[in-house]
T-cell receptor
Framework: KQEVTQIPAALSVPEGENLVLNCSFT??????LQWFRQDPGKGLTSLLL?????REQTSGRLNASLDKSSGRSTLYIAASQPGDSATYLC????????????????FGQGTILTVHP | SQTIHQWPATLVQPVGSPLSLECTVE??????LYWYRQAAGRGLQLLFY??????ISSEVPQNLSASRPQDRQFILSSKKLLLSDSGFYLC?????????????FGNGTRLTVT
């Protein structure tokens, strides 16, 4: 059974710092990995999706890497801003040769990020 | 562009009362649809998913049921709510036609069972 772990559980940094959020998964047979952002009381916003054949994806100040063989992904946030404060979740889609995973994702517990001015 | 709507945003219901949460998707056709629950300190748990009208798969045994009466409509229901049904319910969709398409979430419904 796939398990996803995110470290740290919470992180507080001053504005302007570069930071790294970590995600690990137990079953390396994944189809893709997705990073989400969740603001308090809101739904999840998709940030980046990395396919299993890719090593990284970038969007603005965000960069996500994937090392499938070691079961790890990192989300790098450059020059953090108070508006980046949110919970960040990673989720993996398990690979299924028969194509019957139906896009189901297994989520980590999230990292609560606070960027203070 | 595609959008997903969930309502209501918040709901307070007594134990034993029925429940109906609705989710609709616009701007796409033939999506896969999902209901997740997020309980405090427990992360997101997949409850149901659907790959087509009338096709529902349950991931965990529970007091809830789901239905998909139309291609872009997904409903979560209960005949009698339990205290343990309290939580944040999220509807999501992904394209079935686009390889490696991301999952998109609605804004969620905060359900409190009293």
């Amino acid at each position: 059974k796939q398990e996803v772990t995110q470290i740290p559980a919470a992180l507080s940094v001053p504005e302007g710092e570069n930071l790294v959020l970590n995600c690990s998964f137990t079953d390396s047979a994944i189809y893709n990995l997705q990073w989400f952002r969740q603001d308090p009381g809101k739904g999840l916003t998709s940030l980046l999706l990395i396919q299993s054949s890719q090593r990284e994806q970038t969007s603005g100040r965000l960069n996500a890497s994937l090392d499938k063989s070691s079961g790890r992904s990192t989300l790098y946030i450059a020059a953090s801003q108070p508006g980046d404060s949110a919970t960040y979740l990673c989720a993996v889609r398990v690979s299924n040769a028969g194509g019957t995973s139906y896009g189901k994702l297994t989520f980590g517990q999230g990292t609560i990020l606070t960027v203070h001015p | 562009s595609q959008t997903i709507h969930q309502w209501p945003a918040t709901l307070v219901q007594p134990v034993g009362s029925p429940l109906s949460l609705e989710c609709t998707v616009e701007g796409t056709s033939n999506p896969n649809l999902y209901w997740y629950r997020q309980a405090a300190g427990r992360g997101l748990q997949l409850l149901f998913y659907s790959v087509g009208i009338g096709q529902i798969s349950s991931e965990v045994p529970q007091n809830l049921s789901a239905s998909r009466p139309q291609d872009r409509q997904f409903i979560l229901s209960s005949k009698k709510l339990l205290l343990s049904d309290s939580g944040f319910y999220l509807c999501a969709w992904k394209s079935r036609d686009v390889l490696n398409s991301p999952l998109h979430f609605g804004n969620g419904t905060r359900l409190t069972v009293t």
